[in-house]
């Protein structure tokens, strides 16, 4: 079975709005060697202060930098899309029948993913640290360093495998990853946390082609709304997305 199939739908998405200048740059040290052409189907579930939620998300992935997320409530309902290229992104919204353009400097409207940018998103869905380390520091135990845009990381890794890192904001550790057998629990220091789990991998049929906006869909400014939030769970009705 596909990906696709499993979704229960042709398209669906993720939710965009600028975060503060000094809480992260819009410049990012992001690894992009990955191996061409895998997608894989995450079951995610948010709980925080305002609610829970839940939804299926396909991540297709060609480089870091060079992805498509593809959203859907419980149902196989198309909710929101998005796709990273390093000409830009394109965020589309299937309940509103709205779209915008953006860049790299993008975040996603969720509190507990307000700290990293679009670009890091699919390193921390698959498990792995979302900046580059020096190679003294990929060693056993846990090592604290600072990136290149003086953000502060401790990391700890076990029996060569990645298991948490935490990233600080302000002087302030704001950002929790841990790793969960085949997915991860992300939290903020805010109460609000993200868990998924990978069911399904795959390989892709053909690289991955810029989707044109749907016949309909208005053009909007990504720093003026925000997409659906996950905490609200609510049915959407299928989107106009591309198909595989």
Known sequence: VTLLAALGCSSTA?????????????SVEVDT?????????????????????????????????DFQLLAADTLGRSRWSLEMKDEGSLLLDHRQKTFCRGGEELH???????????????????????VSQHESDLEEGSVEFTDSEERRWSVRREGGELVAWTVWVREAPTLWWTRKNKGGILSHRDGSQFRWRRTVEEALEARLQMWPPPDGY????CDEYDLPELRQDQSAPPGAGPQK
């Open 14 to 26: 993720v939710e965009s709005k600028s975060t503060p200048r000094d809480e992260v740059s819009e």
């Open 33 to 65: 060697e990955r191996i061409d052409g895998r997608q894989y189907l995450f079951h995610v579930r948010y709980s925080g202060p305002e609610g829970d939620g839940t939804l299926r998300l396909v991540l297709r992935l060609h480089t870091a930098t």
């Open 108 to 130: 996603l409207g969720e509190a507990s993913l307000t700290v990293l940018p679009i670009t890091m998103l699919p390193r921390v869905l698959l498990g792995e640290l979302p």
């Open 218 to 221: 208005v053009q909007v400014k």
